[in-house]
């Protein structure tokens, strides 16, 4: 439309300069009408290539949201991770987000348009999740659906409900994660105790990339899973034994268990380094390994 409005004085001006023209043959001033003619062919070829040019930089723009200096001033008071960062790696964060919400579209289930602060809190979650690697794949996920609370079995929301979130395998829903959005906040509010739902998805996510859901994430290499497949057997064996301090949760498979390490990573990496130092390293390999290739 404003492209338009742009155009529409040019448009006048061609369109009189043409009525023109067969008076001008009909008085004899032929050289006058090829003149005005030439005109009208150069300005309509100008015109035309302009609006390609700004028609293509619209199209560019829309690949990716910008973010404002609000959503700055946000993540820097809602997201510890992002005031962390140094200058260039925060515009690297910056674009990621921007990158993820251009991609996949976040839904709350009871609002008819997603707030811009949960928009961010889930492209976060994305962002901080993935972030060291060369890339940042999130699959076939196509939506990511907000839950105002925490919800049961049957997708109902209520006081009792346990589930913060959930990545789907297969079926109908396979494009589309579940998080709730009282668990999302409170996992970034900085208090280290190495819990964040929204991480905690990011990381099944990266683990489903491979096609399946196994604990081994894409692109962790042979011999680093032939260490994380026996440090972890050892380390289920010690929280069943109740000898360790690492979330019962993740003793439900080994594909929870990375997950739950992976959040562990991410909010509390000194303390995880202290306590389970080759847990760490591996996934600290994992994660930052092949920073020299990541521009
Ligand atoms: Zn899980």
Not at 4 to 15: S, T, Y
Not at 30 to 41: E, H, M, P, Q, R
Not at 226 to 255: H, T
Request: charged share 25%; glycine share 6%.
């Amino acid at each position: 439309m404003n492209t338009l409005k742009r155009f529409l004085p040019w448009i006048v001006l061609f369109f009189i300069l043409l009525i023109c023209v067969p008076f001008l043959v009909q008085n004899g001033n032929t050289g006058a009408a090829k003149l005005i003619g030439f005109i009208v062919v150069a300005g309509v070829a100008i015109a035309l290539s302009v609006w390609r040019q700004q028609t293509k930089k619209l199209m560019e723009k829309k690949a990716r949201i910008a973010l404002n200096a609000n959503d700055r001033f946000w993540l820097e008071r809602h997201i510890p991770f992002y005031k962390r960062l140094n200058r260039s790696d925060r515009i690297v964060f910056e674009d990621r987000i921007g990158l993820f919400l251009a991609e996949v579209h976040v839904t709350e289930v009871d609002k008819p348009v997603a707030d811009k602060e949960s928009c961010l809190y889930v492209a976060s979650s994305a962002v901080y999740a993935y972030w060291g690697l060369p890339f940042w794949n999130y699959g076939n996920l196509r939506e990511v659906l907000v839950y105002p609370d925490d919800y049961n079995n049957e997708k109902v929301i209520s006081d009792a409900g346990y589930i913060q979130g959930q990545v789907h395998h297969g079926g109908m829903m396979n494009n589309t994660m579940i998080l709730s959005l009282t668990a999302l906040k409170e996992g970034f509010s900085d208090h280290n105790d190495g819990q964040n739902v929204g991480v905690h998805e990011f990381a099944h996510l990266l683990d489903k990339v491979d096609g399946q859901i196994d604990g081994f994430p894409a692109g962790m290499d042979s011999d680093n899973r032939k260490i994380w497949a026996r440090v972890v057997a050892n380390e289920m064996e010690k929280i069943r034994n109740g000898n360790s301090d690492i979330n019962p949760y993740a003793l439900k498979n080994e594909a929870e268990f990375f997950a739950v390490l992976v959040e562990m990573y991410r909010e509390n990496p000194e303390e995880l380094s202290r306590k389970h130092h080759l847990l760490f390293q591996v996934l600290d390999d994992y994660f930052n390994d092949n920073k020299a290739n990541k521009n």
